[in-house]
T-cell receptor, first 114, second 113 residues
Framework: NAGVTQTPKFQVLKTGQSMTLQCAQD?????MYWYRQDPGMGLRLIYY???????DKGEVPNGYNVSRLNKREFSLRLESAAPSQTSVYFC?????????????FGSGTQLSVL | AQSVTQLGSHVSVSEGALVLLRCNYS??????LFWYVQYPNQGLQLLLK????ATLVKGINGFEAEFKKSETSFHLTKPSAHMSDAAEYFC???????????WGAGTKLIIKP
């Protein structure tokens, strides 16, 4: 039971470099999310995709882009990385964007931008 | 706008002692409330949730939480702490404008042997 799979687990970038974080779920979920987790701040939503073909900004979208490639996959791209984007990134999915749907999380990507 | 406040970034209890993690929320409508747990180097997983109905909610691993509207609280408790409960715990409330979760800053639970 893979659930939500994120790659890579760790990444070090130099300022200005670009990279894409990959996320895939095998639960046939409609909705997918990207969060960042910073110490003392809980989780903050970057982007989400309510269903295949749609994406919406969350609380902190600046500096990021996303692609909902198909129902399974939702990628997060940093076009020009900045030190402020040093964080732990989590992908999550849920059956739908409903009232009380349970979120399933990946194990995270630890990103450092030097 | 809804918000969540978790009192105490770190809580330390002895093994076998009562666990109490505090969460207060603000919401202008009846809230949907959640507790998630994050074990070291893992993603978050749902412990329990309150949507409607019974205000005492039971979750996994012996945890429970009580929704108290008058106190705008949703505190998490467990009668007897185990070493395996050491983790970070997050309280969240649903944002009614977009159905997303608004997260508290988290409380790291430390269990002393």
């Amino acid at each position: 039971n893979a659930g939500v799979t994120q790659t890579p687990k760790f990444q070090v970038l130099k300022t200005g470099q670009s990279m894409t974080l990959q996320c895939a779920q095998d639960m046939n979920h409609n909705s997918m999310y990207w969060y960042r987790q910073d110490p003392g701040m809980g989780l903050r939503l970057i982007y989400y995709s309510a269903s295949e073909g749609t994406t919406d900004k969350g609380e902190v979208p600046n500096g990021y882009n996303v692609s909902r490639l198909n129902k399974r996959e939702f990628s997060l791209r940093l076009e020009s990385a900045a030190p402020s984007q040093t964080s732990v990134y989590f992908c999550a999915s849920s059956a739908s964007l409903g009232t009380n749907e349970k979120l399933f999380f990946g194990s995270g990507t630890q990103l450092s931008v030097l | 706008a809804q918000s969540v406040t978790q009192l105490g970034s770190h809580v330390s209890v002895s093994e076998g002692a009562l666990v109490l993690l505090r969460c207060n929320y603000s919401s202008s409508v009846p809230p949907y409330l959640f507790w998630y747990v994050q074990y070291p180097n893992q993603g978050l997983q749902l412990l329990l949730k309150y949507t409607t109905g019974a205000t005492l909610v039971k979750g996994i691993n012996g945890f429970e939480a009580e929704f108290k509207k008058s106190e705008t609280s949703f505190h998490l408790t467990k009668p007897s702490a185990h070493m395996s409960d050491a983790a970070e715990y997050f309280c969240a409330v649903r944002d009614d404008s977009n159905y997303q979760l608004i997260w508290g800053a988290g409380t790291k639970l430390i269990i002393k042997p």
